[in-house]
């Protein structure tokens, strides 16, 4: 029996979302936004990710997405995860401001001590949050919600408002991530 949420059809259109350990609000300062931003350009441009939709949070990511045949999606993913843990985690290290600096990366080690395999820290939680995009309305359903999370939020007034989300794409601006508009 298929596990649920996980990625079968490496090549299908999914709905992802990736979660940091303990829901910690991890993207606060923009530094750790941009290196989320980095990664998944770096990921479009060369590992054959395609992105429809995008939106990040203080502690999670929406992805709808797809990989490129004959690219694997679960492949692309994993190594993203381990890349913006890495990149975020030497910028955390590095960091002489951050007033929960010390709290988190105790969150995070203590994660990791609890996690077979994990050398240091934990920053995501285990695994990926997958739905299978199986319809056009299905990925409209998708695209609102995920578009829609910083108006729930109470952010910003207007999805197209938020600067990490692809919202502003499907509005006629430039975004910080390039996408392939559905």
Known sequence: MEKPYRISDQNAIYFLTF?????MDVSTRKEYKYEVVDCLNYCIANK???IYAWVLMTNHLHLLC?????????????DFKK???YKVLISLEKESVESRKKWMLNQMEFRGMIVKGVEKYKFWKDGV???EIFSPKFFEQKLHYIHQNPVRAMIVEEAEHYLFSSARDYVGVKGLVRVSLY
């Open 83 to 85: 890349f913006v843990a």
């Open 66 to 78: 797809r990989a490129v045949e004959p690219k694997r999606l679960s492949d692309i993913m994993r």
């Open 19 to 23: 979660t940091v350990v303990d829901w």
């Open 48 to 50: 054959g990710l395609e």
């Open 129 to 131: 949050y997958a739905i």
